[in-house]
């Protein structure tokens, strides 16, 4: 999954636990890397994710009916 592409409010699953995005990317200057700002639905806490994590995460497909 693409961090660069994902806008905000966007549902992904990472491992066994479910996010949603809360804000834009940004870049990070202390790793040097681009991250995003997550809520862990699964936990009910919020977690800044990087871009490197981010390659594992699925997202949720829409349905529509």
Known sequence: ???LQTP???LFRLFRETFITTSAHYYCPT???HMVKCH???KG???VIGEVAMLGAHPFTQEIK
């Open 1 to 3: 999954m693409n961090l």
């Open 8 to 10: 905000k409010g966007t």
């Open 31 to 33: 790793y040097h890397i």
């Open 40 to 42: 862990n639905v699964t």
């Open 45 to 47: 806490i919020d977690e």
